[in-house]
């Protein structure tokens, strides 16, 4: 209870923070809201090509593109400024962040909430609902869960991946961009249907690493398409399973990166 | 209070070996230091950079893992047990801000009392205590980046106190600090450590600090501990002591013998004489000097700590 108290604090004063900087806040969430526009753009555009892509038509590709987006705006809103790691970690600002009587993680998610970032995600909720509509999907109980639980464990799932790659930083200060290649990469990976990758290149992104259950795998479920590349029906049920997964192996992994910590001089 | 036992931290360099190839390398910062510091007391860390007093301070607080060896801290394990050491310990960087940049100076210690779980009425009554002793009053609405060091420095203090910390942790608070605020800042904590009910560790190249405030130097060199004791003892040790400078009607007769002193030096034809004073107390030599010849005048001259510290770091 006393430890919620502390996060709101902190949370306000963030917030406080960022508000005595009116105008840079302005243009950021209007720069922001415009990369999450483009990304549903770019869908569009592929299907003036072409009428189908991978054996999806636009308006079940734009359930996926949906889906993953909404995972992956709310994730990249409330855990994506974790990639600010290796700024601290080389600067050494975590010391300050580690002699404080809370958990490091919470606390440097909430050293900057991008608030900027709220109209991307309202956006991205927007095709989501958009898609829903425009599909005919057979309402089941299990199909309304599903819909609501896929943008939920998504978040999740992409969390995960940005506090993975953040965590890099503690082994290797000067880990640069890679990182995003997994977390901003994961995004575009996961707004296709995955029947359009090589067979290679699925195997260990949409499997290995688990990204089929972003997006992919629940749309076939809501709309009761069978899989392409065979899994059953019910694999779209399994991104809560997959969400934890992944939020298990983050969590083991930030522990190891943190007593890897080796601050800097003085 | 605090114990180390054969800390020891190592960190893997990579050293540049030619043009294309790099080599590991280990190096100890911390080479097996233990030390263990009771309630109450303040102790002064000292060494060249590079020695390993901040790394030593960032075990002790639960920022770095220590590579072997046993560190406790108010009876907690620093890393495992991290955020309740936290709550017990406090910590000011002289070189890292614990305050919000972009807030004023009053928000932050109200943030304080939200992350350490402060009652009210305890946060009102050390922050009352603090703004009197550091003024606080005349910059506690201003935001933090606005403040100079020295005010900022006065902050982090008051930051660092407002939990009621039973250790306090202090990595060169006076670093860049002009005159007056070091003063501000020495006798602030010169009067926190007197009261006794904090255990003040600080590590400091400013030999003033520790002359002002610690009874007991630890001097750190390359990792190991290299002094512990009072600063008396450094200087009985390296054979720095007082002297005592006097001037003199007439030379001294010869065979003249000073009980607790020893003639070193003479000149303007016997009319200057310099003793050593073999302890810290000049009350006795000067007492019997008086009282054998007829003495003009004289003073007392104080070891240089600087020049005994220097004579360390090159051993």
């Given amino acids: 209870m006393g430890e919620l108290r502390a996060y709101g604090a902190l949370a306000g004063a963030q917030i406080r923070s960022a508000m005595s900087y009116r105008a840079s806040f302005l243009?950021?969430?209007?720069?922001?809201t415009g990369a999450t526009v483009f990304d549903v753009f770019t869908v569009l555009v592929l299907f003036r090509a072409t009428p189908a892509i991978g054996g999806f038509s636009l308006e079940e590709a734009l359930l996926i593109v949906g889906l993953s987006s909404a995972g992956f705006a709310?994730?990249?809103?409330?855990?994506?400024?974790v990639d600010r790691l290796k700024l601290y970690v080389r600067a050494g600002t975590l010391d300050a962040v580690l002699v404080r009587p809370l958990p490091a993680l919470p606390q440097l998610l909430l050293m900057d909430i991008p608030l900027r970032k709220t109209l991307r995600v309202v956006f991205a909720f927007v095709v989501l609902c958009g898609a829903v509509a425009v599909n005919d999907i057979d309402w089941t109980p299990g199909r309304l869960v599903l819909v609501v639980l896929t943008p939920l464990a998504g978040c999740v799932f992409f969390?995960?991946?940005?506090?993975?790659?953040a965590s890099l930083a503690f082994w290797w200060v000067d880990s640069g961009e890679i990182g995003a290649a997994f977390t901003y990469g994961g995004r575009d990976y996961t707004s296709y249907p995955i029947t359009v990758y090589s067979s290679w290149f699925r195997a260990l992104f949409a499997y290995a690493i688990g990204f089929a259950f972003v997006a992919y795998q629940p749309a076939l479920a809501l709309l009761g398409r069978t899989d392409p590349l065979g899994l059953p029906g019910w694999a779209g049920f399994l991104s809560p399973l997959a969400?934890?997964?992944?939020a298990s192996v983050a969590a083991m992994v930030w522990r190891i990166g943190i007593r890897h910590y080796r601050s800097t001089g003085s | 209070m605090i114990s180390m036992r054969n800390l020891r931290k190592d960190f893997t360099v990579r050293v540049k070996a030619s043009r294309f190839r790099r080599e590991k390398r280990t190096v100890a910062a911390v080479d097996g230091v233990s030390l263990t510091?009771?309630?109450?007391?303040?102790?002064?860390?000292?060494?060249?950079?590079?020695?390993?007093k901040s790394t030593t301070l960032k075990m002790l607080t639960g920022v770095l893992t220590p590579s072997s060896g046993d560190v406790s801290v108010c009876g907690l394990a620093p890393v495992p047990q991290r955020t309740r050491l936290a709550l017990r310990i406090g910590v000011v960087f002289g070189q890292r801000s614990q305050l919000w940049w972009d807030l004023p100076l009053r928000e932050s210690f109200r943030l304080l009392r939200h992350i350490y779980r402060v009652p009210a009425a305890e946060h009102e009554t050390r922050l009352r205590r603090c703004r009197s002793l550091l003024d606080l009053d005349?910059?506690?609405?201003?935001p933090v980046r606005q403040l100079s060091l020295g005010q900022r420095m006065r902050g982090e203090l008051t930051a660092a106190l407002l939990h009621g910390p039973e250790v306090l942790f202090l990595d060169e608070p006076t670093i860049g600090l002009d005159v007056v605020s070091k003063q501000a800042v020495r006798s602030f904590l010169g009067e926190l450590g007197a009261s006794g009910d904090v255990t003040l560790v600080l590590t400091t190249h400013d030999l003033a600090d520790i002359e002002r405030l610690c009874e007991r130097l630890v001097v750190i060199d390359h990792g190991r501990v290299v002094h512990d004791g009072t600063i008396e003892a450094l200087h009985a040790r390296y054979g720095s002591r007082r002297?005592?400078?006097?001037?003199?009607e007439n030379p001294l007769p010869s065979g003249f013998v000073l009980p607790g002193a020893t003639l070193v030096g003479s000149e303007a034809a016997g009319h200057r004489v310099t003793f050593a004073l073999d302890s810290s107390a000049a009350g006795a030599a000067v007492a019997g000097l008086v009282a054998a010849v007829p003495v003009r005048d004289l003073s007392l001259l104080e070891p240089d700590i600087e020049d005994v510290v220097a004579r360390l770091y090159r051993s």
């Fill in chain 1, 159 to 165: 969390a995960s991946i940005f506090v993975i790659s």
């Fill in chain 2, 37 to 52: 510091i009771d309630r109450g007391e303040m102790v002064g860390y000292i060494g060249p950079n590079g020695a390993g």
């Fill in chain 1, 74 to 81: 709310l994730a990249d809103m409330t855990v994506g400024n």
């Fill in chain 1, 27 to 32: 243009t950021e969430m209007v720069a922001n």
């Fill in chain 2, 138 to 142: 005349e910059f506690l609405d201003t």
């Fill in chain 1, 243 to 246: 969400a934890l997964a992944s």
């Fill in chain 2, 243 to 248: 002297s005592l400078v006097v001037d003199l």
